[in-house]
């Protein structure tokens, strides 16, 4: 069984070399890039909210760099029972202030004007958290690190401007903030 994966994962990826290779024959835009989009963060409670932006270099077909830069627009908060300790329920609220990253991407050039894109990074995250209830009120600021990894997609229509959709996982080192899921969706442009 092995033996008969091992060569259908073969065949597949003959089978797209031609088309991988035409794609890397093609005039693939090396340089400066920017993205500008919105993105989504979620956690196990709370759906978060930033705008961002990108600037990144592109060294050659499949490597390049890129930082990322946010700020949160849109904050949540949910309620949670906290009766097994005797106190009525609290609301938790919290929004992302900043966020700072630095990726090296991987690019596979598809297509004329279509790159898949993997990304691995280590990022920055300041947010805004409030708990409140009845008998008490605290609002503090939470600073974290963490290790960035996710997937995504580009298209340019003119060779210049595009769109580009990406996933990416954020693993928090520090104990105040959830991992996130983050999905983000950006304008494209090749300088």
Not at 41 to 52: A, C, I, M
Not at 128 to 154: C, H, M, P
Request: hydrophobic share 40%; charged share 20%.
């Amino acid at each position: 069984m092995k033996v008969f994966t091992i060569a259908a994962g073969a065949a597949v990826l003959v089978s797209a070399l031609p088309f991988a290779a035409s794609a890397q024959e093609g005039k693939v835009a090396r340089g400066v890039y920017a993205n500008i989009g919105y993105a989504d963060s979620r956690t196990r409670d709370l759906d978060l909210g930033t705008v961002f932006g990108r600037v990144g270099y592109r060294f050659s077909n499949w490597f390049g760099v890129e930082g990322e830069i946010a700020g949160g627009v849109n904050g949540d908060r949910v309620t949670h029972d906290v009766s097994p300790i005797g106190l009525p329920p609290a609301t938790f609220a919290a929004r992302i202030s900043s966020q700072e990253a630095l990726y090296g991407v991987g690019f596979w050039p598809v297509a004329a004007n279509w790159d898949v894109i993997g990304r691995v990074g280590y990022g920055h995250t300041r947010a805004k958290i409030t708990q409140s209830g009845e008998i008490f009120f605290l609002r503090r600021s939470v600073d974290e690190d963490s290790w960035n990894y996710g997937v995504g997609a580009q298209y340019h229509w003119d060779g210049r401007n595009g769109v580009r959709a990406d996933y990416t996982r954020q693993e928090f080192n520090g104990r105040e903030l959830d991992h996130a899921d983050v999905w983000s969706i950006a304008y494209s442009r090749r300088f």
